[in-house]
Nanobody, 115 residues
Framework: QIQLQESGPGLVKPSQTLSLTCTVS??????????WYWIRQPPGKGLELIGC???????DYSPSLKSRTSISRDTSRNLFTLQLTSVIPEDTAVYYC???????WGQGTQVTVSS
């Protein structure tokens, strides 16, 4: 059974970089045809797709966040990461990592942007 777990700081100051890690267990992030996503949900709002990275390491980003977003991976540790630069209070949200097929979602991690 594939499991995903987000980790990272819960509080980030404005203008700094938000960095999160999604550790995958029970399956390899390089398995053919698997795609891995970062998604967030601001308080009182719906889900927002941030971007994804494929089993080949190819990335794709939401146009609204593309200029500030970087998704990468470490295949030796079977994890993928999110970096969001120049954060603002509106980036406050619960951040989820997820995968297609039988991968499912992580439990989510609250990130608050505040000085």
């Amino acid at each position: 059974q594939i499991q995903l777990q987000e980790s990272g700081p819960g509080l980030v100051k404005p203008s700094q970089t938000l960095s999160l890690t999604c550790t995958v267990s029970g399956g390899s992030i390089t398995t053919n045809d698997y795609y891995w996503y970062w998604i967030r949900q601001p308080p009182g709002k719906g889900l927002e797709l941030i971007g994804c990275i494929s089993y080949l390491g190819v990335t794709d980003y939401s146009p609204s966040l593309k200029s500030r977003t970087s998704i990468s991976r470490d295949t030796s540790r079977n994890l993928f990461t999110l970096q969001l630069t120049s954060v603002i209070p509106e980036d406050t949200a619960v951040y989820y990592c997820a995968g297609v097929h039988d991968a499912g979602w992580g439990q989510g991690t609250q990130v608050t942007v505040s000085s």
